[in-house]
């Protein structure tokens, strides 16, 4: 049985890309592997956030999850900040990170360009903190969007340094990314990632939107003129993207889509795409529904922070003990 990590940021609904690239796969996942589920809400602090806002995310996240199909019986769901190691042992990290691999990370250059006051979290968070919520649970598999792939590469090569300067203590772990539906693209600029802090709102479908909202979204995606539906990313990038949200969302290939709309205009293939990604959010929306309005939410959250306290604690009493931190008490 191996051990899988993943965390996501609590910084808004998350849209069908999150749940068709990583979310849809954490729920078969969970059935053999033994699965840390985390919601990293310490790393949305890297940029500023409304204290209130930020709160509603963090509940509307852990909802999203078990709506989604975590199963806490089965899986370990919790709020990165309820369990403190995952900060301790992120500075013990960062002291054996070098400023020259933290500023080549895009995601860095991304959000800090162009700003003139940057935190300075943003440069050292990813991946010291996002390598010890990792590291803390002997982790063997990340499942990943391709876009996080440099994070996870570093992490690596931090527990290595570790491993090989202090004492071997951590796993290193298994970078993992979808083959299908791993990079959901942009409605309406389908050659960018579709994300949740879009400005165009109709450039992203939203987890939580009605089936108005997405049926709307989808007939007005950004295509192409010629009318054939055929997968080509380089010249036919809005096209392609709808037949990968349309694979994801049913299970055809998307060799079997391109058959059967083969001959076929965009208006059909548009309706029918519609219809698939809202009967795939349907009861995701229902659920999540249900458990906002009930006490279980808070419940299971607890027995989760308990669980992953019990473990994160173990780890970072031997990565305090390898480094030399502490006291080490006479025996009477």
Known sequence: MKTIFSGIQPSGTLTL???????????????????????????????????????????????????????????ILFIQSEVPAHTQLGWILQSISYIGELERMTQFKDKSNGKEAVSSALLTYPPPLMAADILLYKTDIVPVGDDQKQHLELTRDLAQRFNNRYNDIFTIPEIRVPKVGARIMSLQEPTKKMSKSDENLKASILMLDTDKQIEKKIKSAVTDSDGIVKFDKTNKPGISNLL????????????????????????????????????????????????MASDELDRLLDEGAEKANFVANKMLAKAKKAIGLGRVKKKR
């Not at 969970?30 to 995310?57: G, M, S, W």
Request: glycine residues 6%.
């Open 244 to 291: 990968t949200i349309h694979a994801s969302c049913t299970g055809e290939s998307v060799e079997d889509l391109e058959r059967k709309y083969d001959g076929k205009g965009y208006g059909e293939f548009k309706q029918e795409t519609a219809n698939a990604v809202m009967a795939t959010l349907r009861p995701i929306r229902e659920k999540y529904e249900e458990l």
């Open 17 to 75: 890309g999150n749940y068709l690239g990583a979310m849809k796969h954490f729920v078969d996942l969970q059935e053999e592997n033994n699965c840390y589920f985390c919601i990293v809400d310490e790393h949305a602090i890297t940029v500023p956030q409304e204290r209130l806002k930020l709160r509603e995310n963090i509940k509307s996240l852990a909802a999203l999850y078990i709506a989604s199909g975590i199963d806490p019986k089965k899986s």
